[in-house]
T-cell receptor
Framework: AAGVIQSPRHLIKEKRETATLKCYPIPRHDTVYWYQQGPGQDPQFLISFYEKMQSDKGSIPDRFSAQQFSDYHSELNMSSLELGDSALYFC????????????FGSGTRLTVV | AQTVTQSQPEMSVQEAETVTLSCTYDTSESDYYLFWYKQPPSRQMILVIRQEAYKQQNATENRFSVNFQKAAKSFSLKISDSQLGDAAMYFCAYRTSQRSGNTPLVFGKGTRLSVIA
């Protein structure tokens, strides 16, 4: 079965650079979520999109932006990177109103040096 | 806002024994979903078990079962016949069902489970 695909798997950037993370949800899933998980931390919700419109907004810094495209894939754009942005970034997708939770991607590990 | 609390940062269990991970949550809603996720060293988030709040029967998935106490807002995970592959970080998570469309998960801080051979 198709899963949630995230790219790249690993990314190393320098401070003040820009990074773009991509997420390809499971086909026919209509909602995409982005989470940030720092070292030893629980995942923190950043932002979600339902049918290509922003749905919920969590603790996403102003330096970050995201969007969902017509093919339902989503991109998280991160500018003016800081050391503290180093984390694992998860994308998850879901469909309709499942009581079954979400399907997570394998994550993108971002390291800012 | 809903909060999820896992009071055990670390737990250990002998192989083949049973262990229970605790989770409590705070909400004013009557309908919601609760989940346990497993995160092994690979960092992949894997759904272990889910519970709908309107269901009184506790969910069970093979060796994994929950004790859902709605009035006490408690949602513990029991792992029976523990295996080495169960070693991981376990996150308890909450999701509201009050709104149409999909809503994000709220996670607890996690419990790191070690399995001793």
């Amino acid at each position: 079965a198709a899963g949630v695909i995230q790219s790249p798997r690993h990314l190393i950037k320098e401070k003040r650079e820009t990074a773009t993370l991509k997420c390809y949800p499971i086909p026919r899933h209509d909602t995409v979520y982005w989470y940030q998980q720092g070292p030893g931390q629980d995942p923190q919700f950043l932002i979600s999109f339902y049918e290509k419109m922003q749905s919920d907004k969590g603790s996403i810094p102003d330096r970050f932006s995201a969007q969902q495209f017509s093919d339902y894939h989503s991109e998280l754009n991160m500018s003016s990177l800081e050391l503290g942005d180093s984390a694992l970034y998860f994308c998850a997708s879901s469909y309709g109103q499942p009581p079954y939770g979400y399907t997570f991607g394998s994550g993108t590990r971002l390291t800012v040096v | 806002a809903q909060t999820v609390t896992q009071s055990q940062p670390e737990m250990s269990v002998q192989e083949a024994e049973t262990v229970t991970l605790s989770c409590t949550y705070d909400t004013s809603e009557s309908d919601y979903y609760l989940f346990w996720y497993k995160q092994p060293p690979s960092r992949q988030m894997i759904l272990v078990i889910r519970q709908e709040a309107y269901k009184q029967q506790n969910a069970t998935e093979n060796r994994f079962s929950v004790n859902f106490q709605k009035a006490a807002k408690s949602f513990s995970l029991k792992i029976s016949d523990s295996q080495l592959g169960d070693a991981a970080m376990y996150f308890c998570a909450y999701r509201t069902s009050q709104r149409s469309g999909n809503t994000p998960l709220v996670f607890g801080k996690g419990t790191r489970l070690s399995v001793i051979a």
